[in-house]
């Protein structure tokens, strides 16, 4: 079910927007040579309890998940892109890590990703994460009510494929209010002017990844981490973005 929010619910979400935004500024941060990504999670899980705030992931189990995540934060190296599962690793010079961290306060959701290089980058890296920073500015650009799904999908599209990267389309954006995963689905390939019209209310997550050299991916054997099938690196992505009779309102900006 698609749910349109009123004006006073979606300033009554931006609590939650920027909490997410704090989180991942704050994880960002801390991500450095050396660091242990549960040392990311446990920041991650003091800042949700000092916020009186609520995980979205520690007890998620959707059909795709081998079991409830665990974690509150989804931390994805390298040749991982999605649902990467905190576990006993220390960052490396040149990782490239990508954050994923949705939350609620107040009963509102926010759902946001950036992607960061870790010590000494790679170029091929800085241009694949600036590629999905783009694409998904695209994708906001076009989150107009009067336009279609499928332009939101089109325009991360052409970011994408200017940059000769191919596009997987098992996951994308998504609804977003009381609960994380909501309709409309939202892919990151599709064409214009079709699918379901954007009106003033609805509220999305936005998130364009893609890896370096291919679209598929398989699950790592903790039952969550989606990785490249050919050792290729990803980058990701994500804001919470509210359409309205005006210009879209990014819930989860940060800086």
């Known amino acids: 079910m698609i749910e349109l929010r009123t004006p006073a619910e979606i300033e009554e979400m931006r609590p939650a927007g920027r909490f997410v935004a704090s989180v991942l500024e704050a994880t960002s941060k801390a991500a450095a040579v050396g660091v242990n990504l549960l040392e990311l999670d446990a920041l991650a899980h003091e800042m949700i309890r000092k916020a009186g705030a609520e995980s979205c992931y520690i007890d998620y189990h959707p059909s795709f998940g081998a079991s409830p995540f665990g974690k509150v934060i989804c931390t994805s190296v390298n040749d991982a892109v999605l649902h990467g599962l905190p576990h006993d690793y220390r960052l490396k010079d040149g990782d490239l890590l990508s954050l994923d961290f949705a939350a609620s306060v107040d009963g509102w959701v926010a759902d946001s990703a950036v992607s960061v290089v870790v010590g000494t980058p790679r170029d091929e890296d ?23 799904i499928g332009d939101i999908s089109r325009a991360i599209a052409d970011v994408a494929k200017a940059e000769g ?5 098992d996951f994308g954006g998504h609804g977003v209010g009381r609960t994380m995963h ?34 598929r991916i398989f699950t ?14 990803g980058a990701h992505s994500e804001h919470t973005v509210a359409i309205t009779d005006g210009d879209p309102i990014v819930l989860t900006q940060r800086g």
């Open 165 to 169: 990267l191919s596009i997987n389309t």
């Open 182 to 215: 909501g309709d409309p689905h939202i892919p990151n390939n599709g064409r214009p002017g079709r699918g379901l019209p954007l009106k003033p209310g609805l509220v999305v997550a936005i998130e364009p990844w893609f890896l370096h050299r291919t679209d």
């Open 126 to 148: 800085l241009r694949l994460i600036d590629t999905t920073q783009r694409a998904l500015d695209a994708g906001i650009a076009a989150a107009r009510a009067g336009n279609r």
């Open 220 to 233: 790592d054997p903790d039952g969550w981490t989606l990785r490249s099938v050919d050792g290729s690196r």
